[in-house]
């Protein structure tokens, strides 16, 4: 079947880096995106993989894949306040299918 | 990147009435929409996908009676949630994509509607 989890909350210091874990159960999977969802906006795409990938680094961010695990995680380097928001894991198995949303990790920011 | 405006933001209505939600991509031509649905604490999940012009698909589970979906133009699709109960009560998302099927690297997401029916 199609699942993603995710732990529903992180809190991170600021200037520390965060990491927000994803499991997905569909090894056919050839897309594993990240999105970021402040309040009030819509979703917003941060990064994304190919499965044919196991690490992909932008800025700040970093995506590793472990695909025998099954296993996505993000990591911000040197969180910010402004990181603060709710990031989405997905899945889809090819271009034209739908996007599996996990049901989103809340980052919190302490001073 | 491309802009999705959802109008309005929040609705509350009363049990057995239709609330409309629109959804417009304001600087780019939508031709796929898709709809989702987002409870506390849930993923979102695909309601339908519609092209324009054309009659939406509706993900199993779905009904479509209930949740009436219209593409009338490039810019702009409706969500009509009729005869309203407490249990529709929930996060209405739309998105659109420049291109027919479903990439989502390619998908614009709106800021979203709650509706709460009492």
């Known amino acids: 079947g199609e699942d993603v989890e995710q732990s529903l909350f992180l809190s991170v210091r600021e200037g520390d880096s965060s990491v927000i874990n994803c499991t997905y159960t569909?090894?056919?999977?050839?897309?594993l995106y990240w999105y970021k969802q402040e309040p009030g906006a819509g979703l917003q795409l941060l990064t994304y993989?190919?499965?044919?990938?196991d690490m992909k680094q932008d800025q700040r961010l970093t995506v590793l894949l472990n695909k025998k695990d099954k296993h996505l995680s993000l990591r911000i380097a040197d969180t910010q306040t402004g990181d603060s928001a709710i990031y989405f894991c997905?899945?889809?198995?090819?271009?034209?299918?739908?996007?599996?949303f996990g049901k989103g990790t809340r980052l919190h920011i302490l001073p | 990147g491309a802009v999705v405006s959802q109008h309005p933001s929040r609705v509350i209505c009363k049990s057995g009435t239709s609330v409309k939600i629109e959804c417009r991509s304001l600087?780019?031509?939508?031709?796929?929409m898709f709809w989702y649905r987002q409870f506390p604490k849930q993923s979102l999940m695909l309601m339908a996908t519609?092209?324009?012009?054309?009659?939406?698909?509706?993900e199993q589970g779905v009904e479509k009676d209930k949740f009436l979906i219209n593409h009338a133009s490039l810019t702009l699709s409706t969500l009509t949630v009729t005869s309203a109960h407490p249990e529709d009560s929930s996060f209405y998302i739309c998105?659109?994509?420049?291109?027919?099927?479903?990439?989502?690297?390619?998908?614009?997401f709106g800021p979203g509607t709650r509706l709460t029916v009492t």
């Open positions: 998105s659109g994509s420049l291109t027919q099927g479903a990439d989502p690297y390619e998908q614009y």
């Open positions: 519609s092209n324009e012009g054309s009659k939406a698909t509706y």
């Open positions: 569909d090894s056919s999977s050839t897309y």
């Open positions: 997905a899945e889809v198995m090819n271009r034209d299918d739908k996007i599996i």
């Open positions: 993989i190919f499965s044919n990938m």
């Open positions: 600087d780019f031509q939508a031709t796929t």
